[in-house]
């Protein structure tokens, strides 16, 4: 059965950075984008970013651009969301989630169980 994995959550301090991994299993990852998401205390889910199935072209919401990269290595059944610079407002529970196709076509489905991450001094 599909699993997806999250982890490398914790706290950081504003400016800081973490490195989010999840790991795939019981699907060809190779063949299919991957998304990560996430849900703020008291809203709603946000989609952060996205990555085609070979890696090819990758997308970021704008409140992230700039300050996240979405990797995947189709190797090691792994996907990574390298955050830098992260500010209080990031802080939320994050979660990976795997797409229909191989392109980004915004329909998942299959999701993690999520990652906290937590932004403060």
């Known amino acids: 059965q599909v699993q997806l994995v999250e982890s490398g959550g914790g706290l950081a301090q504003p400016g800081g950075s973490l490195r989010l991994s999840c790991a795939a299993s019981?699907?060809?990852?190779?063949?299919?984008?991957m998304s990560w998401a996430r849900q703020g205390p008291g809203k709603g889910l946000e989609w952060v970013s996205g990555i085609y199935a070979d890696g090819s072209d990758t997308s970021y919401a704008d409140s992230v651009k700039g300050r996240f990269t979405i990797s995947k290595d189709n190797a090691k059944n792994t996907l990574y969301l390298q955050m830098n610079s992260l500010k209080p407002e990031d802080t939320a529970l994050y979660y990976c989630?795997?797409?229909?196709?191989?392109?980004?076509?915004?329909?998942?489905?299959?999701w993690g169980q999520g990652t906290q991450v937590t932004v403060s001094s």
């Open positions: 989630a795997k797409d229909l196709g191989e392109r980004l076509t915004g329909v998942f489905d299959y």
């Open positions: 019981g699907f060809t990852f190779s063949g299919y984008a």
